[in-house]
Nanobody
Framework: QVQLVESGGGSVQPGGSLLLSCAFS????????IGWFRQAPGKEREAVSC????????WYADSVKGRFSISRDNAKTTVFLQMNSLRPEDTAVYYC????????????????????WGQGTQVTVSS
């Protein structure tokens, strides 16, 4: 059974930082991606960043490029999202998800490309 658990959310002031973690287990194949998504009230879920765990390639949404950084641990059991220079518009519930790759070099960016999801963690940026 595939499980993903997010942690690290909270409340920060604009300009602050948070480190989100996504601990995942139960998936044994070699080629998959872990994505971070967020959903603010009244808005659609949007992709923030993703990492191809086998190729170690990454992608970022334009809105977070240069501020957020995605990485994984060597054991390939946890993916991190370091969020710096946070803005009020970053406020949302953040989800991590696991996507099975049909092509080994993929960096999937659409929620429908991800089969397994965590429960989400709230990030609030406010003064």
């Amino acid at each position: 059974q595939v499980q993903l658990v997010e942690s690290g959310g909270g409340s920060v002031q604009p300009g602050g930082s948070l480190l989100l973690s996504c601990a995942f287990s139960g998936y044994t194949a070699d080629y998959y991606a872990i994505g971070w998504f967020r959903q603010a009230p009244g808005k659609e879920r949007e992709a923030v960043s993703c990492i191809n765990v086998a190729e170690d390639t990454t992608w970022y949404a334009d809105s977070v490029k240069g501020r957020f950084s995605i990485s994984r641990d060597n054991a390939k059991t946890t993916v991190f999202l370091q969020m710096n220079s946070l803005r009020p518009e970053d406020t949302a519930v953040y989800y991590c998800a696991l996507g099975v790759l049909s092509r080994l070099w993929e960096l999937p960016r659409h929620p429908l490309e991800y089969a397994y999801w965590g429960q989400g963690t709230q990030v609030t940026v406010s003064s």
